[in-house]
Each structure stands twice: as structure tokens, then as C-alpha cells.
């Protein structure tokens, strides 16, 4: 609490102190609105702007002079920021060539929550993917595929970024679950569409890419329907 004395030291603190509630006050609601307050949504754009502009220039860099040949110091000049700068964004060079599986996640994620309530998790997963196929530009993801396949270091990170991003279908799944068996059920319909995912696409790689993304996943899913001996009427409509 303020004194009663006014000043115009106090009154600089009184105009300032609604802009800083306390963090004890502050709700789950209130966490999600955050990032939209005038400080820090500009801070944050910003921030998304230099990392979205660093993995741009980086994989460019990547597929032209190849992953090795390509230095910190050839992203940063190439990105107008200072090496030091770099690594406020990203801890090394093989986060900036995982760094689309994240928004591929944050994809997924929101197109698991657009899809309507009734719908089967399983189903669900499906068009969230199918979604995700519909929006892939096919040579840039082909390119990418082959840099990690290339690359020791960058499949074992593949490999974790796959681990994160079932937790996250899964708890996106997990939203839809009713009781116990369904937060069950969301673990493995994630385990099933990661898994889709990761040998889904090194078949696509195998075969060049020659098959639609779209229509690698309905296939995709259509074997495992019929490994789990899923009835047709089960599908519903998409």
C-alpha cells in the first residue's frame, strides 16, 4: 500500500503498478492472454520473426552448400544477426533443420482441436494429417528428409523430436477422452500416428516422393484399420 504522501516518485509507481499484476493472481485464462499485451506480443513477434528468418536463410544455405559446409557464421551474415545473437534462438545447427517438425506439431495440435467432438480419436489423428499433407511443399520436404538421412546427428535428433510430438497428439487426443480408457486410448491412437508419420515418410522417401502426401496418409491409415481389424462403419465421414 501506498502512504498517504504524495510525490511525484509515488505517483510514477502508482500509474505503473496496474500494468505488473501480481503473479499469485494470475489464472490459467489469464496465462493464455498474456503474450497479447503490447510489450510482450512485440517481443514475442519479433522473436518468432528472427527465428522464422534464421531457419529460412539457414536451410537454403543447408541445400545449396550441404549441412557440414555450412557454418554458424554463414546463417548469422546470411540473417543479418551477430553469431552471439544466434543463440538466443536456437542452441545449434541441427535444431534449425528440426525446426519445422515443431510447427508441424503446433500444426497438428490446433487441427486435432478443430476436429468435431464426436468424432474417433484414430479418425481424428487422420485428418489432422491429412490437413497437414494438404499444406506440404512436396520438394522442400523431400529435401529436408534427405538432409537428416544423411546426417547421423540429425536422424538421432529426429528421433526425439518424434518423442515430443506424440506427447503433444496425445494430450490433444487426451482432450477428447472422457474417462481413464480414453486418456488410454489417446496414448496409443499418438504412439499409432507418430509412428505413421516417421515410416510413412521414409517409404515416401524411398520411392522419390512419387506418391501424393494425402494419399500416402489415407493408405497409411487404411493398413492400419486393417491391422486393428477396424470396421468400415467405424470410419465415419471425414
Known amino acids: 500500500m501506498h502512504s498517504v504522501q504524495t510525490c511525484n516518485r509515488c505517483r510514477s509507481r502508482i500509474v505503473v503498478t496496474p500494468r505488473m499484476p501480481a503473479k499469485p493472481m494470475k489464472t490459467d485464462a489469464e496465462s493464455i492472454a498474456a503474450p497479447a499485451a503490447p510489450p510482450t506480443g512485440l517481443r514475442e513477434r519479433k522473436r518468432q520473426q528472427t527465428r522464422e528468418r534464421l531457419t529460412k536463410v539457414a536451410m537454403e544455405l543447408f541445400l545449396k552448400r550441404g549441412f557440414e559446409e555450412t557454418t554458424l557464421d554463414d546463417i548469422a551474415a546470411a540473417a543479418e544477426i551477430s553469431?552471439?545473437?544466434?543463440?538466443?534462438?536456437?542452441?545449434?545447427?541441427?535444431?534449425?533443420?528440426?525446426?519445422w517438425q515443431d510447427a508441424s506439431t503446433d500444426f497438428l495440435v490446433a487441427a486435432i482441436a478443430a476436429?468435431?467432438?464426436?468424432?474417433?480419436?484414430?479418425?481424428?489423428?487422420?485428418?489432422?494429417?491429412?490437413?497437414?499433407?494438404?499444406?506440404?511443399e512436396s520438394s522442400e520436404a523431400i529435401?529436408?528428409?534427405?538432409?537428416?538421412?544423411?546426417?547421423?546427428?540429425?536422424?538421432?535428433?529426429?528421433?526425439?523430436?518424434?518423442?515430443?510430438?506424440?506427447?503433444?497428439?496425445a494430450a490433444a487426443l487426451?482432450?477428447?477422452?472422457?474417462?481413464?480408457?480414453?486418456?488410454?486410448?489417446?496414448?496409443?491412437?499418438?504412439?499409432?500416428?507418430?509412428?505413421?508419420?516417421?515410416?510413412?515418410?521414409?517409404?515416401?522417401?524411398?520411392?522419390?516422393?512419387?506418391?501424393?502426401?494425402?494419399?500416402?496418409v489415407k493408405r497409411t491409415f487404411s493398413e492400419i484399420r486393417a491391422i486393428l481389424g477396424e470396421s468400415p462403419a467405424r470410419k465415419g465421414k471425414a
Open 115 to 136: 476436429r468435431p467432438a464426436d468424432e474417433p480419436m484414430l479418425l481424428a489423428a487422420e485428418n489432422a494429417l491429412l490437413s497437414m499433407a494438404q499444406q506440404l
Open 83 to 99: 553469431r552471439r545473437s544466434f543463440f538466443h534462438y536456437f542452441a545449434s545447427k541441427e535444431d534449425l533443420v528440426l525446426a
Open 174 to 216: 487426451g482432450n477428447r477422452a472422457k474417462d481413464k480408457s480414453g486418456q488410454l486410448q489417446a496414448r496409443l491412437v499418438a504412439m499409432i500416428t507418430t509412428g505413421a508419420m516417421r515410416i510413412g515418410g521414409e517409404i515416401w522417401l524411398a520411392q522419390g516422393a512419387g506418391e501424393r502426401p494425402e494419399a500416402l
Open 143 to 169: 529435401a529436408i528428409a534427405r538432409l537428416k538421412h544423411g546426417n547421423p546427428a540429425l536422424r538421432a535428433r529426429d528421433h526425439g523430436k518424434y518423442e515430443k510430438m506424440e506427447r503433444a497428439i
